[in-house]
C-alpha cells in the first residue's frame, strides 16, 4: 500500500488537558484505526513527522450509553495511541 492510502489511519490528534501536559514530556496522543498495528502506527508517523520514536502505547476504548436530554445515545468506541519519542524530539503541527 502506498502512503497516501495509510495516512487517513492516523484520524488525528488528541487535544485534552492531560495531553496536552505529556506534549511538554514529548509524549502525543493520536487517534487511529481500529485495525492500526503499534509497528503500523510507528511506521507512519516516523515517516509523516520524520521523528525518531521510543515507544507506542495503545488504549481501546469501549462504547458507552449516554442519556441526554432523556434520549438514549451511544458514544462510539476508538482507538488511541500515546506516542513517546526520542530526547529533544518535538512534532510541529502549524
Known sequence: ???IKNTDRIKGLIYTEK????????KYTFEVDKSCTKSEIKSLI???YK??????NIINTNSKIK??????????SIKKAVVSLEKN????FV
Open 46 to 48: 516516523k515517516t509523516i
Open 1 to 3: 500500500m502506498s502512503l
Open 67 to 76: 442519556i441526554f436530554k432523556g434520549r438514549i445515545g451511544n458514544k462510539s
Open 89 to 92: 524530539q518535538t512534532i510541529n
Open 19 to 26: 495531553s496536552n501536559k505529556n506534549n511538554e514530556l514529548s
Open 51 to 56: 521523528v525518531e520514536i521510543k515507544k507506542i
